[in-house]
């Protein structure tokens, strides 16, 4: 990621370029890093107090707290949440988070405040996240900021300590790749599906040293909250961002926010904003195509993101697999995942239906859930969660009658905050347990101990939930 003057540039070098504080010297692999100023801090229980510990320990305070915001999420209870926390140790964790921002003078949303609930929905709702910003978390699923045009990313506790200090960060420069998403998604066919697909496409190593920059038609047409959920898991393809081109799209979301600009400051934002975008000359360092208009909701198998495929296809064939690390890590996932070869990915049940995490925990989410389960029942036996973003998200559910939507379906309308997508609070599978689920990581163990977890959109999920087996909802009656 060289700023050449002879070619145009990339959204992610015009932004990259926009926030160098000092230059590294030198070329090619000894290059140094060069010092990034960062525009936003997020900040949550889990990885922070380490941070704050260090910054105690040499005596420093907090270089912005103006721009550094907190809130309640991993750890948080999605019930009863007006008790103390059952846990120890997330008591611990959430009460260590309320003194050190006291401390330091961090704005912070504790639980059972409107603008409390999961990191990466809540900046976007307060505005916090605009176009052109570097925006950093000591969390991986910080890309989902890209969606606005901003370099988001995740960063560890070490680094959260940097930023706190000195507001900047010191960063080697990435390479860029170019996903082109051709065509319009068909009816029934989600971003998530599409992410889905990209990373069954190129792996989860595929973007490592990439920043990833979603174009092209079937982008262009999708919601800000869409646009989201895809460059959310960029991360699960092993990108360091990945990244959207702001358009009128975003500006409609993020116009009349608490932190949007307002009058004349709105006004030169969005020209500022309008630069925002891959020049036509620029080059990528590598391009992916695909056609969005051939997608089909796409559902996961395995236990890493890139095990996935459409949910019309079979369990895959471990003796079909061509290559052998390919291969022998399909017959592991398959054993742990207690799945059958050839089995028809529509026959397999599940005993969980989990709706929410920073991926699909939104309100346009929950509104498609909803679509889905109006009028219908969860099936006998299964346990469906619907886990709002935020409180925020769950109060604009209330007022569209969603919540009751959920509730008379038979579903559990929860409290806002990260639940069943890491399980570190009691919202857990059972061992053997197996739960189709809207967030974006399928490992061993993530949703508790021996749980197997299926990847799926939040129609999927909705749908798997009134027929009992993976499904669509098209495949209802
Ligand atoms: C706890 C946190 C560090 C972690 C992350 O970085 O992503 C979590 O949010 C996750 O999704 O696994
Ligand atoms: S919702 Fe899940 S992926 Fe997102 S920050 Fe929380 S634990 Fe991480």
């Not at 992610?12 to 990034?36: F, Q, Y």
Request: aromatic share 4%; with cysteine.
């Amino acid at each position: 990621m060289e700023n050449m003057a002879s070619r145009g540039r990339t959204l992610a070098e015009k932004v990259w370029d926009e926030h160098v504080v000092v230059r590294g010297e030198g070329e090619g692999a000894s290059r140094e890093p060069d010092l990034i100023y960062i525009d936003l801090h997020l900040v949550h229980e889990v990885t922070s107090p380490q941070a704050f510990d260090g910054l105690r320990l040499a005596g420093r305070p907090l270089r912005r707290p103006d721009l550094t915001i907190a809130t309640e999420d991993h750890n948080v209870p999605t019930v009863d949440i007006d008790k103390p926390i059952a846990d120890p140790v997330s008591r611990l964790q959430v009460d260590t988070l309320r003194r050190n921002c006291e401390e330091f003078g961090v704005r912070l949303h504790p639980m059972g405040d409107l603008e409390q609930g999961i990191v990466h929905v809540v900046g976007p709702q307060l505005g916090l996240t605009q176009p052109g910003m570097t925006v950093v978390c000591g969390d991986s699923h910080t890309s989902t900021h890209g969606a606005f045009g901003s370099i988001a990313m995740g960063i560890g506790t070490s680094e959260v300590e940097h930023v706190m200090a000195t507001q900047t960060l010191s960063l080697r420069p990435f390479k860029t790749m170019a996903i082109n998403v051709a065509g319009e998604l068909p009816d029934g066919v989600t971003s998530k599906d599409l992410i889905l697909a990209v990373i069954a496409k190129i792996g989860t190593g595929g973007g490592q040293g990439y920043v990833l920059e979603y174009r092209g038609e079937a982008i262009r047409t999708l919601s800000m909250e869409a646009r989201m959920t895809i460059c959310n898991m960029s991360i699960e393809a092993g990108a360091r961002a990945g990244m959207i081109a702001p358009d009128e799209t975003t500006y409609e979301f993020i116009k009349g926010r608490p932190h949007a600009p307002t009058g004349a400051d709105w006004d030169a934002a969005v020209a500022a904003w309008n630069e925002l975008k891959t020049d036509d000359d620029a080059v990528f360092d590598a391009e992916v195509d695909i056609d969005g208009s051939a997608l089909t909701p796409f559902v996961t198998w395995g236990t890493n993101p890139g095990q996935g495929a459409p949910l019309g296809a079979s369990v895959p064939v471990p003796a079909e697999i061509a290559d052998e690390s390919e291969r022998a890590a399909a017959e592991k996932a398959l054993a742990y995942m207690g799945l059958e070869a050839g089995t028809p990915l529509r026959e397999v049940p599940v005993d969980t239906v989990f709706v929410g995490s920073c991926t699909n925990g939104r309100i346009e989410d929950l509104r498609a859930v909803a679509g889905v389960l109006k009028g219908r029942k969860v099936a006998d036996g299964v346990r469906m969660l619907v886990v709002p973003g935020s409180m925020r998200v769950r109060a604009q559910a209330e007022d569209e009658g969603l919540g009751e939507i959920f509730t008379a379906a038979g579903a559990e309308w929860r409290q806002a905050g990260c639940s069943m997508c890491l399980g570190m609070n009691p919202d857990q599978l059972a061992p053997g347990e197996r739960s189709a689920s809207t967030s974006n990581r399928n490992f061993e163990g993530r949703q508790g101990k021996g749980g197997r977890t299926h990847l799926v959109s939040p129609l999927v999920a909705a749908a798997t939930a009134v027929r009992g087996t993976l499904s669509a909802p098209s495949d209802l009656d």
